[in-house]
């Protein structure tokens, strides 16, 4: 794991100094609000419905157990004794007092941790694969990329007053957990036809109003040219990128716009104009940050195998935990391991300052003290001991952790909706509560198989609907809420949008819609290791609708 | 009309720019351009040798593309002096330091309300840029 130093020790406090400092000003009108308002986002403080809310970076979704026990002293003190896990990686508090905020802001450095960047228009939080460093199917460990660009970005001088927030996202497999087609920047480790690592950089993928897949614009670049090439991509964005309508300012408007070949175009052209030495890390820094994610000494583990099955044998809970969240490790003897923030009836993605003690102390004493937050928001050990898992399942089942429904229909992604949101138009967490009850039965859900559920409560699209198998998006609709289904989302490799269904439906409707799909999907599929997804590819919208809106319906409407 | 650097405020008396265009086609030297932000860094660089001072304008303390071309016009190789001019906000001195500027112009009313200790301030925050990593 990376190991911060003097260098971001005194960084993220000169950082808590200044913000205090930028209160101040607030206080005594040196800043107006207008002024002040993007210093406070830049510092991850946002004004939400019913109070402010801080969201803490957590840098490509890595943790220790020290920084999840101080969030869950952050939760205890300061908030209502929980905190809110994001498909950013992040985490968020719902209930700080404007006032406290420096205070947390202290805290967060005592480990090394801060609000820097995770708001406003600037370049985000870099987001990655949460089983990078133990994934089988890893060409390369994305982490050190990830650290370079947070480096890079981290109070770039030209790029922290941009058009619009700017996301980038990084995976080191050919299976994309990460998302990357819908970030501004994706990048995807890659190696040339001689082996040479370097990178496919896509470019206007995003969600929101607008969602776009995003483009290739560089099939290959060499690996020390990064740096250069995000500079030269940031830089047109930010002459280039509309301001004069801020649902039109982020860059796939720009690509979309512009056109993919001109913008090329004028990419390169900036890329060539660069002083490509400025822009190159030196090979010690490279090392330096290379070492840092060196694998942690794995052991070998004689019978680890053995020991699992037997485990599996005497409790079937546990089997079939292991069964939707454990996947393999790179090494013998080793599983990763997700922690389903997902239990029935909860809000997806909240955990209990006394459930964060319990992941930290797990990850301390089994999984070599890491932890990492994925973009469905759940929680990751990556490095379990096959022979243990059966201990670390015990202790996460009695802190009621151990919700084995990774990947099935009630693992949904949930917006905070208008329970805490502002811009909110309906709610969300208890659409996801409704839709996760209706399914509990694992029986049932298992039957189902892989199915991604993304519930946003507005169409700003921060619960990703447009990328789910199901997304589910909630509308205002004369003051009653009202829900529009989309279907065949995927946020993968494979990425599309999701396509409208028809009209959208009112609350207490949205169960029974999900369950008419869920019929007609189970009906329609070649046998049970056909997904949703694959049945929804093969035969198209028309059963779907049909079961949605009966024709009759149809016709009389 | 404060001027400000790393040394702090000077006044300066209000300036007659001259327009790009008119910069290209004058003979003179010791030129003061004020270039607005959407316009061609390229387009100037031939008058670069007789231009003293570009002023890149910035409507408004949101609108980063200043920041940019700026960066551009060092990158192109303008050796004079580099002004950010507009109401930026102490927080953003840093910023045009790191992008090639030397000095930031605001209006008497942004001094009144921004004094010239905030700005000091932030000319001695070493930390407001991360630079590891970064060559200059
Ligand atoms: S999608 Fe809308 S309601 Fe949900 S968090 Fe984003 S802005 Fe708020």
Redo the contacts with the bound molecule.
């Keep these: 794991m990376y190991r911060y130093d003097e260098f971001d020790h005194d960084f993220v406090r000169a950082r808590v100094a200044t913000f205090r400092d930028q209160v101040a000003r607030r206080v005594t009108g040196a800043l107006t609000e207008e002024e002040f308002r993007p210093l406070r986002l830049q510092n991850g403080l946002y004004l939400q419905l019913h109070a402010y809310m801080l969201r803490i970076a957590v840098p490509y979704g890595t943790l220790s157990s020290r920084q999840m026990r101080q969030f869950a002293l952050i939760a205890d003190t300061w908030d209502k004794g929980y905190g809110h896990f994001t498909t950013r990686q992040n985490i968020q508090f719902n209930w700080p007092k404007l006032k406290d905020v420096p205070d947390i802001l202290d805290a967060l450095a005592d480990v090394e941790m801060h609000a820097i960047q995770t708001s406003g228009n600037c370049i985000r939080n870099v987001t990655s694969d949460q089983f990078a460093g133990a994934a089988s199917d890893e060409i390369e460990d994305p982490r050190p990329t990830c650290e370079l660009v947070r480096q890079w970005s981290t109070n770039h001088p030209e790029f922290a007053f941009l058009p619009r927030k700017f996301k980038i996202a990084v995976t080191g497999s050919p299976n994309d957990r990460a998302a990357v087609k819908a970030h501004d920047i994706g990048l995807r480790m890659v190696r040339d036809d001689a082996g040479a690592p370097g990178y496919e950089v896509i470019v206007g993928g995003g969600l929101g109003r607008t969602p776009m897949i995003g483009k290739v614009v560089r099939e290959f670049l060499p690996k020390d040219q990064l740096l250069r090439y995000l500079e030269a991509i940031l830089r047109v964005y930010n002459l280039h990128g509309r301001r004069d309508n801020k649902y039109k300012a982020r860059i796939k408007i720009l690509v979309h716009e512009t056109g993919l070949e001109e913008l090329r175009a004028m990419i390169e052209a900036e890329f060539e104009a660069m002083d490509a030495p400025t822009f190159a890390p030196s090979a010690e820094e490279i090392a330096r940050i290379e070492a840092y994610f060196a694998p942690p000494a794995f052991e070998t583990v004689e019978g680890a195998d053995a020991a699992l099955e037997a485990a599996k044998a005497a409790d079937p809970r546990f089997a079939a935990w292991v069964d939707t969240n454990v996947v393999d490790h790179r090494e013998p003897g080793y599983a990763i391991a997700t922690i389903s923030l997902k239990a029935i009836g909860e809000a997806p993605g909240d955990a209990t300052s006394e459930q964060m003690r319990v992941m930290a102390d797990l990850a301390e004493r089994y999984s070599f003290d890491e932890l990492r937050v994925t973009h469905e928001q759940n929680i990751v050990l990556p490095h379990l001991r096959k022979d243990q898992l059966h201990e670390v399942y015990q202790a996460l089942d009695a802190a009621g952790l151990g919700t084995a429904n990774i990947g099935l229909i009630s693992d949904m992604i949930a917006?905070?909706?208008?329970d805490?949101?502002?811009?909110?138009?309906?709610r969300?967490i208890p659409v996801a509560q409704d839709i996760a009850r209706h399914f509990a039965d694992p029986v049932v859900a298992r039957d189902i198989g892989e199915m991604k559920i993304k519930i946003?409560?507005?169409?700003?699209?921060?619960?990703h609907?447009h990328v789910g198998h199901i997304g589910i998006l909630?509308l205002d609709k004369g003051g009653i809420e009202n829900y529009q289904i989309t279907l065949g989302g995927d946020a993968t490799e494979t990425a599309a949008i999701g396509e409208r269904m028809g009209p959208g439906f009112p609350a207490e409707e949205v169960v029974p819609a999900i369950e008419r799909i869920v019929e007609t999907y189970k009906a329609e599929r070649l046998n049970r290791e056909e997904t949703f997804l694959q049945t929804y590819r093969r035969i198209g919208a028309e059963p779907f609708k049909e079961a949605l809106y009966p024709s009759e319906a149809r016709h009389a409407a | 009309m404060p001027i400000i650097d790393d040394n702090g405020f000077r006044a300066e008396a209000e300036r007659a720019y001259l327009t790009p265009e008119d910069a290209l086609a004058s003979e003179a030297s010791e030129l003061a351009v004020l270039l607005p932000n959407d316009a061609s860094a390229e387009a100037l660089a031939p008058a670069f040798g007789r231009i003293a001072l570009i002023a890149v304008e910035f409507p408004s303390f949101a609108d980063g593309r200043g920041f940019s071309l700026g960066r551009r016009l060092r990158a192109l190789g303008f050796k004079g002096a580099l002004r950010a001019k507009g109401p930026l906000i102490s927080d953003q001195y840093a910023f045009a330091r790191g992008c090639g500027f030397d000095e930031v112009e605001i209006d008497d009313a942004m001094a009144a309300r921004q004094p010239e200790a905030h700005w000091l301030k932030a000319a001695q925050n070493n930390q407001a840029l991360y630079k590891r990593g970064r060559a200059a």
């Design positions: 917006c905070p909706g208008l805490y949101c502002a811009l909110a138009t309906a969300s946003s409560g507005c169409i700003n699209a921060c619960g609907h909630g």
